[in-house]
């Protein structure tokens, strides 16, 4: 059973493709206008669009508002909740 203190919930609101609000963050990989990777409660996710902005973030709830052209959402590999080494970059 896991802690509700230690989970935050993962949502995402996307309003009319230009203004999402995601929830549950746990960190940023890399982010540029054309797309931000970053790691949730549930996995790795990849935002693309077009003229993407990080409007804000918040390090102690995991919110974040992104505004921009947004073109697609993509869910990664759900086990994985952090960043990987370096070393294992490479071996990807």
């Keep these: 059973m896991q802690d509700k203190a230690t989970k935050k919930d993962h949502n995402i609101i996307i309003e009319n493709r230009q203004s999402m609000s995601i929830s549950g963050i746990t ?8 797309a931000i990777c970053l790691y949730t409660q549930l ?10 902005h990080i409007d804000s973030m918040s390090v102690e ?5 992104i505004t921009g052209d947004i073109w697609g959402v993509i869910y ?3 086990d994985r909740k952090n960043p990987i080494s370096a070393l294992g970059k490479l071996f990807r």
């Design 76 to 78: 990664g590999d759900r």
């Design 43 to 52: 996995g790795e996710l990849t935002i693309q669009g077009r003229e993407l």
């Design 61 to 65: 709830t995991g919110d974040m508002k």
């Design 27 to 34: 960190d940023v990989d890399s982010f540029d206008e054309k």
